[in-house]
């Protein structure tokens, strides 16, 4: 039972230059989320996706596109990467019931220079 | 709409001193509420949870009392550890409809021996 998965684990790209993050549940989860984490900002909450086919902004999507590809996969991509988006990014998803806690990946630590 | 108020780290505390960490919310309707822990190099893993008001969450020590009338769900823990020094977030899911998590900013603590 893999979970949440996230890929890459690490990146460094240059000022510019474009990637995408992939990110893969296996738990049939209808909801899933991409998060930055940054030293004293906590999360916060770039895109989120409450089902296949759709896609919502969060509080920090300017320079971030995302696609839903199906309802397991959610990935988010960096146009132009900037040194401010030099940051550790989480993927998570949360089932249909009231109750189920959403489940995280293991980030990836991205370093724009 | 929905947030969570989180205080503010850092918190340092002796071995076996009592832990106490707030959290107040705000939202519509009945959210479930949770606490996360994230120890350093990793992803957010689920502590406890509570999906109605007066439930009490609990595991590893650690309780959060789901307090409508106050609208918070604070986390104790009567001796901590030097293995408990991590980042805390609070947490709410809104399912009314379509499921949302709104986190906190997280609190650092820092056990010493």
């Known amino acids: 039972n893999a979970g949440v998965t996230q890929t890459p684990k690490f990146q460094v790209l240059k000022t510019g230059q474009s990637m995408t993050l992939q990110c893969a549940q296996d738990?049939?989860?209808?909801?899933m989320y991409w998060y930055r984490q940054d030293p004293g900002m906590g999360l916060r909450l770039i895109y989120y996706?409450?089902?296949?086919?759709?896609?919502d902004k969060g509080e920090v999507p300017n320079g971030y596109n995302v696609s839903r590809l199906n309802k397991r996969e959610f990935s988010l991509r960096l146009e132009s990467a900037a040194p401010s988006q030099t940051s550790v990014y989480f993927c998570?998803?949360?089932?249909?019931?009231?109750?189920?806690?959403?489940?995280f990946g293991q980030g990836t630590r991205l370093t724009v220079v | 709409g929905n947030s969570v108020t989180q205080m503010e780290g850092p918190v340092t505390l002796s071995e076996e001193a009592f832990l106490t960490i707030n959290c107040t919310y705000t939202?519509?309707?009945?959210?479930?509420l949770f606490w996360y822990v994230q120890y350093p190099g990793e992803g957010l893993q689920l502590l406890l949870k509570?999906?109605?008001?007066?439930d009490k969450g609990s595991n590893k020590g650690f309780e959060a009392t789901y307090r409508k009338e106050t609208t918070s769900f604070h986390l104790e823990k009567g001796s901590v550890q030097v293995s408990d020094s991590a980042v805390y977030f609070c947490?709410?899911?809104?399912?009314?409809?379509?499921?949302?998590?709104?986190f906190g900013i997280g609190t650092k603590l820092q056990v010493i021996p």
């Open positions: 947490a709410l899911l809104y399912s009314g409809g379509y499921q949302k998590v709104t």
């Open positions: 996706s409450a089902s296949e086919g759709t896609t």
């Open positions: 509570a999906t109605k008001a007066d």
């Open positions: 738990m049939n989860h209808n909801s």
């Open positions: 939202a519509t309707g009945y959210p479930s």
């Open positions: 998570a998803s949360s089932g249909v019931q009231g109750d189920t806690e959403a489940f």
